[in-house]
C-alpha cells in the first residue's frame, strides 16, 4: 500500500523553526523525485521545494530561498523540509508530493506570535 505520511507541523512563533518530515512506504522512494507544496484558503498551490531522487538537485521557491532546506535519507525512505526564520507568510498546509506517485495529506504550519 503506497502511503506518504507528513508530520512536524505546528504553531510556531515568527522566526522559529520547524521541521516537516515526509515518511514513504509502499514504493521505492529513492527512484522518484520529491517535492514540498504548500496551499492557503483561496490561493494556488505553491511548490516550495524540490529535490532529484537522489538528492543531488534542489529548487526553491524564491520567497524560501536561504530560509527553507529540502532534503531526503532514501535509506529511511524519508524526505525533510526544515523551515528556519519562519514569516506570518509562511502560514499555509504544506503536502509532500512524490513523482508519479502522489501526496500526503498534508500537514499544518502555523505562524503567529
Known amino acids: 500500500q503506497v502511503q506518504l505520511v507528513e508530520s512536524g507541523g505546528g504553531l510556531v512563533q515568527p522566526g522559529g523553526s520547524l521541521r516537516l518530515s515526509c515518511v514513504a512506504s509502499?514504493?521505492?522512494?529513492?527512484?522518484?523525485?520529491m517535492n514540498w507544496y504548500r496551499q492557503t484558503p483561496g490561493k494556488q498551490r505553491e511548490l516550495v521545494a524540490a529535490?532529484?531522487?537522489?538528492?543531488?538537485?534542489?529548487i526553491y521557491a524564491d520567497s524560501v530561498k536561504g530560509r527553507f532546506t529540502i532534503s531526503r535519507d532514501n535509506a529511511k525512505n524519508t524526505g525533510y523540509l526544515q523551515m528556519n526564520n519562519l514569516k506570518h507568510e509562511d502560514t499555509a498546509v504544506y503536502y509532500c508530493?512524490?513523482?508519479?506517485?502522489?501526496r500526503g495529506q498534508g500537514t499544518q504550519v502555523t505562524v503567529s506570535s
Open positions: 508530493e512524490v513523482e508519479r506517485i502522489g
Open positions: 529535490i532529484s531522487s537522489d538528492g543531488d538537485n534542489t
Open positions: 509502499g514504493f521505492t522512494f529513492s527512484g522518484h523525485a
